[in-house]
Every structure is written in C-alpha cells, then in structure tokens.
C-alpha cells in the first residue's frame, strides 16, 4: 500500500474524528437527481454485517453486545451497529432485517443474509456459506413476489403486505458484498499461509459465481467490500505473533495481511472481469482494508486506546466469547470494559460501534471506491459522474 494513500486517508480520518463524529456523511440517499434512491439493499456475508442471522439461527448474542446503540442484543456482535448499518441510514433505509430472523421482521427495503462464521466456500465456521445465501435470495424473492401479486389480487389487502418487498425493487435495489475474511481465517487456523494463498482462485470462482446468479434474477447494482486487514485484529496477534518479524509497526501479523492483500488483488481483478461479462450490471469495488488499516495506523490520533486492546471477552490464556466470564486461579477473565468507544475491536475480532462509523465515514464517500463514486450514486458509471 503506497504511503501517500494511508496519509491521505489519516488526513480524513483526523477531519472525521473532529467534524464528523456524531454521524455518518450523508450521501444524499433521498434527494439529488443524481442519486440512485435504491428501494431496498440485500446483504450477502459473515459477522462483519450479520443484523441477527445467526442468532436467529443458533443462540442468540448476550449482553453487552448492542448496549451502545440497542441498548440490548441485536444479533451484531458488536456494541452497536456496524458498516451495514450506516450503509442503511446513508440511503435513508431501515437498517436490514436477518432473513433468517422470523420475529418482528419487515423486508420491505431488503433482506440480510450474512450469518456469523459465514465463508465464500463451503465448509469453514458456518454452514451458511455464500452459495446458501444465495440459494435463499432466490427462494426469499420467488415466494415474496408471489405473495405480493396474491395480495395484490385480492380486495381486501391484509396490513402485513406492507412488510414485504415489491417485485419491481428487486432489480432497483442495491447488492453489497462483505465476505471472504472466514475464507482466509479458517485457512490460517488449519493450513498455512501458502496453502491459503493457493486457495484464492477458486474463493473467488465461488464468488463470481453467486453474482452471476443474482444477476440472472435482475440484480444490476453491486457494492463489494474487499476484506480488512485481519492480521491487525487482536486476535490474531494474540495467537500468530511466534515469528521473529512477525509483526509490522503497529502489531498487525504481517503474513496474514499480505494474503489479505493479495485476496484483494485477486478480488479487484475479478470484479473487472464481471464488469466486462455483465455490461448492464453496475460494480463498485470499496477498499475497506485501506480504510481499517489508517483506523488502525492512526488509532491514538482518533481518540482510541491501543489497537490491539479490545474490550469484550479474553484470548489471553483462556477463550472466553463477549458475554461470559470465568473465574481462574482467583482473576476474573471476560468482563467487558466500560468504555466501549475507546477501543477499536469490540471483541478481538469485531469492531466496535465507533471504529465501525469511522470506517463507514471513510468509505461512503466513494473516495476509495473503484470507480470512485458514493454509494449513493453506485448505479451510475464513471462517465456519468
């Protein structure tokens, strides 16, 4: 990564801190004849952007996460909301409903499909890999389409028709995309970096594989996050920093970011790829691990403890997920701190609320979007701009 490009986005991240820190820059999501006005987003990916899949799924995600935003478990594994979230009030949406959540849900403006652990290939933490997810897109749109015209044809229409998506906004809506770190972790945790790198090339056939997919069902606007620097995530120092000259300036494992890095090559080249196969589709690849790693890189700067603190569970000697804790040899392990937004990961793996909107501040603007539009705009091309 060029020095000038962290330094631009550290000179941003400083305006954000200072100007921005109560919201998220608006893109303008409800007004401006350049603006898209997508009706719906559907979200495809992993923790990073689970809204409650998972806990919908499994068991359901304990106090203290949501205590900043929710003021209660949301299904985020997070103190708050994440980058979907400020996606959503960007565009002047609701924030998504899980697709698997059954309980108060309404999917008018869209549907979430991430799930926790999920991955782009099969196997890994989660059985919702992203050709399930797609696999339920198609399901979800069939049957709520059908629905919909079965409503429509009666004479009395029933309150809960509002609840659900109008076929016309299906080719409307906007798709995002923010998958693959599971892909590279489970990698690293079972093989070797070498191994993971070998594996890049058929991720991302899987990939390009589910956007041709939606696409075959009308999906035209896609809005792809490539992955974030897993090595500067706590976790990861905590348990892969055994090498002499492991880790760079700021703590991060520089191996497993150089595979991230390389990833996201790959992923750049293949969101062209699909740009010249799907002339009619609109693709805007954001780099999100240039956003987190200035986060990082500039941590102290933003008002943020040290990087490598988190403030939920413990890794150090003993597992202890966000929510539980545990008494051993007389120290209790696990309580969660008391100032959530003074820490960049939440729980050694995941964000917390504060570094979640900074990074959305950071990105939403298009500045590190190829083509560099805002995610207001994702529908047009370049030229049009």
Known sequence: MAMERISMIIWVCGLLVFGLAGGVISGGGGGGSSSCGFPAIYNFGDSNSDTGGRSAAFDELPPPNGETFFGKPSGRACDGRLIIDFIAENLGLPYLSAYLDSIGTNFRHGANFATGGSSIRPGGYSPFHLDYQISQFIQFKSRTTALYKKLSDNRRTP?????????????????????????????????????????????????????????????????????????????????????SGNLDQNGCVKPHNGVAQEFNRQLKDRVSQLRAQLPSAKFTYVDVYSAKYAVISNAMNQGFDDPLKFCCGSYYGYHINCGKTAIVNGTTYGNPCNNPSSHIS????????????????????????????????????????
């Open 159 to 243: 309150p809960f028709k509002s609840s659900l998506p109008r076929p016309q906004d299906f080719s409307k809506a906007l798709y995002t995309f923010d998958i693959g770190q599971n892909d590279l972790a489970y990698g690293f945790q079972h093989t070797n970096e070498e191994l993971v790198l070998a594996s890049i090339p058929d991720i991302l056939d899987k990939f390009s594989q589910a956007v041709n997919q939606l696409y075959k069902e009308g999906a035209r606007v896609f809005w792809v996050h490539n992955t974030g620097p897993i090595g500067c995530l706590p976790y990861s120092n905590i348990y892969y920093q055994q090498k």
């Open 346 to 385: 939440w729980d050694g793996i995941h964000y917390s609320e504060a570094a979640n909107r900074l990074v959305a501040n950071i990105i939403l603007n298009g500045t590190l979007s190829e083509p560099p539009v805002s995610i207001s705009k994702a529908c047009h091309s370049s030229m049009m701009l």
